[in-house]
């Protein structure tokens, strides 16, 4: 059986045609409260309250003034599947990297038993599909069950979210120190930047690789006595 399930026991005697006899149900009161009473009947109706193996089974007996005799059936109580949804993952400044931070405190779990303390966490290991900004999607880390009732279930094998999306936004960065090169006058205002120092990043930036320069000029075009401002960007 599985926790939760209520389920019916019928025995059955065969020899005495009287009419004295009465019926007596044992089981494990840890694992099994009664539904139904069983009374002096045949059958019992049983609801499985915990998981696991009982330290005993459960048995059935019928006596009467000239008969007596008993029967017994082993009932182990299964973990109760579970699936879960609704776990939430937090939009992030670009910072280079991959690790992403989730939320589970509004995780929905399908399958639990009302009234019971399940709750389900996310282990460390949620990861964006990339580093780059834009609209991702988030790998969740391992799901753990937790809370009081948290022994008597498991996770489905399918069914369970495994991913959430997310934004990484772009990240504002400035220049904060560049190197243009002198020139002769050559009729235009077309400067080379030799260097750019990007600052509001995690790492240094390549010039060439990780960015470009689009455009740097000169004021104007004609010759100047002293050094200028560059206009640059990238």
Known sequence: VTYGDAFTLEA???GDTGTSGKWSWDFDGDYFQEKSTGGHQETLTLQAIKAGAPSKKITATYESDTHKGSATVNAVVEKKEVTVSGITAENKEYDGG???????SGAIITGKE??????VSVSAGSTFDSADAGSRTVTLGALTLGGASAGNYKLAAIGNQTTATANITAKDVS??????????????????????????????????T???VTSATFPDADADTA???VTINV
């Open 175 to 208: 220049i904060s120190a560049a190197t243009v090169n002198d020139k002769g006058y050559d009729g235009n205002a077309n400067a080379t930047v030799a260097s750019v120092t990007i600052t509001g990043v995690s790492g240094a930036l390549s010039m060439g």
């Open 12 to 14: 059955a005697q065969t």
């Open 98 to 104: 991959t690790n992403a931070t989730v939320n589970a």
């Open 210 to 212: 990780d960015f470009d």
């Open 227 to 229: 050094n200028v401002d």
């Open 114 to 119: 009302t009234g019971d303390d399940l709750t």
